[in-house]
C-alpha cells in the first residue's frame, strides 16, 4: 500500500477508485465502503484510493471541544487498510484553510487534477467544501464534467448496518466490550511502551508491565479488569489488564494501565506491546490487605482464561 501525505507525491494511477473519510476505527461500517471500493477496483481495472485526514477535522474545526478521542491513531489506521487491501492512501494534512475550500475547487483541483478520479464510491449523506455546500448531486453534477463516475452507498445499506465510530466511542467509554469488537470487527486494541513500575505485583506472584500511552488522543477504555492478549515476539500471550488507578497499592491519583502475562517471565521493559481488549471483568476495587487483591487476582486470572 502506498501512503502519501500531500497533493504532490502522487503519481499516476491506473483508473482510481476513490472515497473519502475519516475511517477512525475501520469498523464494519467502513469494511461495507471498502468492500465496495475493491469491487468497483475490479470492475474498471483500477486502484483504490482512500483520502483520509491528520488531524481529525473535529480537533481543527472545534478545538475548544478536546473530550474527542480516537479509535484509531493515523499508523493504526493505515495498518488496519492496508490489511483490507487499499492500494493508496493519502493522509491529508486537515487545516481551516482547506475546510474553507469551495466545493468545486475541491473536486476539481483535489479529485480530479490531483488523484484523477476515475469512479468515487460515496455515502448518500456525504457533505464536503465550505460550509458543507457540496452534496452527492454536487458531485453527480460535476462528475459529467470531469468525466468521472459517482457510486452511491444508498441509505438503506448505511443505516442497515447501524455502526459509527461515535456508538463505538461511547461503547468502550462504558466499559462494553463485548459491543465495541462486534462494531469494530476485531478486538479494541492499544499500544504503548512497557515502563518501570513499582514492581509490587511481583511481591504478590502477579507481575505487571506499565503500559506508556504516548499519545493523549487514543481512547482508553472505561476503568476496570479486562481479560486482553499481548504479542511479544511473535508470540500470543493471554493475560488480563487493569487500567485505573490502584487504589489498593497506590496514592498518586494517576490512571495507570498495566497488564499481567499468564506464564510469562521475560524482561520486556523498553519493548511496544499491543494489547488485544477480549472483555470486561469487574470495576476496579479497593481490598482491605495485599491478600485480598491477591485472592481477588487469583479469581480474575480464572475468569480470563475462561473468556480468552
Known sequence: MKVYHSLQ????????????????????GHRQIINRLNKAKKEIGGES?????????????FPNQTDLKLLTLTNEKLDLLEQAG????????????????????????????????????????HHFGNN????????????????FIVEEIPAHEIDSINVSSSKIRKALESGDIQTANTFLGYNYFISGKVIDGKKLGRTIGYPTANIHIENEAKLIPKIGVYAATAIVDGVQYKGMMNIGYN??????????????????????YGCNLTLQIKARLRDEEKFASLNELKEQLHADKEHALSVL
Open 132 to 147: 458543507r455546500e457540496g452534496n452527492i448531486e454536487t458531485l453527480k453534477k460535476y462528475a459529467t464534467e470531469y468525466n
Open 247 to 268: 487504589p489498593t497499592t497506590d496514592t498518586d491519583n494517576k490512571i495507570k494501565t498495566e497488564l499481567h502475562i499468564f506464564n510469562f517471565d521475560n524482561n520486556i
Open 49 to 61: 484510493f482512500i483520502f483520509t485526514f491528520d488531524p481529525h477535522p473535529r480537533q481543527v474545526l
Open 86 to 125: 487499499i492500494d493508496h492512501v493519502l493522509v491529508f494534512p486537515f487545516t481551516k484553510e482547506f475546510s474553507l475550500q469551495s466545493a468545486h475547487s475541491y473536486i476539481k483541483d483535489v479529485l480530479v487534477d490531483a488523484i484523477g478520479v476515475k469512479k468515487l464510491v460515496i455515502g448518500y449523506d
Open 9 to 28: 507525491e502522487i503519481k499516476q494511477i491506473t483508473n482510481p477508485v476513490v472515497t473519502i473519510g475519516t475511517f477512525d476505527g475501520v469498523h464494519q
